[in-house]
């Protein structure tokens, strides 16, 4: 069964202080990876797309990273305004169609 | 550019109603994806239209149906509300749905099933 985890799934951070988000999956059929930021009560704001195992891309103070079994958030000297969920998704391809899942995200508090 | 936009941002049923909810995807964007989410099963895919078709589909039962109009604007229905199909309803649009996989979120609908 396509299986997206994330973890872990609250990180309290304090401002400066550099973490990782974890997305590790068990799919077959993987046509790119993303990375998706939620604040409350607000639609999914999209970060970034990942393809291929190796492949980096970063925007401001985070950078995605993806291997063949997982992929890591990195964020650099987050800051409060950083605070929200963080989600990764996958897009997968078989029998002609595709589907999009989800997984249930990491909520990052940022501490001033 | 306008994001995406979704009516109404609020809304509160009876159970055994039915509701029906609207997306405006951005300009040029021919693909609309909608999802369900609420806090125990997290982001769930319904289903994706594209040229006014339905070109994929999730697993929730037939009370849940959609289509998209020739402006590419989607509405999605639920006949025979559930306390259960309280959440967040959300709507995705990409540029085509298979040459550039990026979606982009509207803010939600928020159904509340009484």
């Known amino acids: 069964e396509d299986q997206v985890t994330q973890s872990p799934e609250a990180l309290r951070l304090q401002e400066g202080e550099s973490s990782s988000l974890n997305c590790s999956y068990t799919v077959s059929g993987l046509r790119g990876l993303f990375w998706y930021r939620q604040d409350p009560g607000k639609g999914p704001e999209f970060l970034f797309t990942?393809?291929?195992a190796g492949e980096e891309k970063e925007k401001e103070r985070l950078k995605a990273t993806l291997t063949k079994k997982e992929s890591f958030l990195h964020i650099t000297a987050p800051k409060p305004e950083d605070s929200a969920t963080y989600l990764c998704a996958v897009r997968l391809v078989g029998s002609g169609t595709y589907k999009y899942i989800f997984g249930t995200g990491t909520r990052l508090k940022v501490l001033a | 550019k306008a994001g995406v936009t979704q009516t109404p941002r609020y809304l509160i049923k009876t159970r055994g109603q039915q509701v029906t909810l609207s997306c405006s995807p951005i300009?040029?964007?021919?693909?609309v994806s909608w999802y369900q989410q609420t806090p125990g099963q997290g982001l769930q895919f319904l289903f994706e239209?594209?040229?006014?078709?339905?070109?994929n589909k999730g697993n929730f039962p037939g009370r849940f149906s959609g289509r998209q109009f020739s402006n590419s604007r989607s509405e999605m229905n639920v006949s025979t509300l559930e306390l259960g199909d309280s959440a967040l309803y959300l709507c995705?649009?990409?540029?085509?749905?298979?040459?550039?996989?990026?979606?982009?979120f509207g803010p939600g609908t928020r159904l509340t099933v009484t």
């Open positions: 300009s040029g964007h021919r693909s």
């Open positions: 239209y594209f040229s006014e078709t339905q070109r």
């Open positions: 995705a649009s990409s540029l085509t749905g298979q040459l550039s996989y990026e979606q982009y």
């Open positions: 990942l393809y291929s």
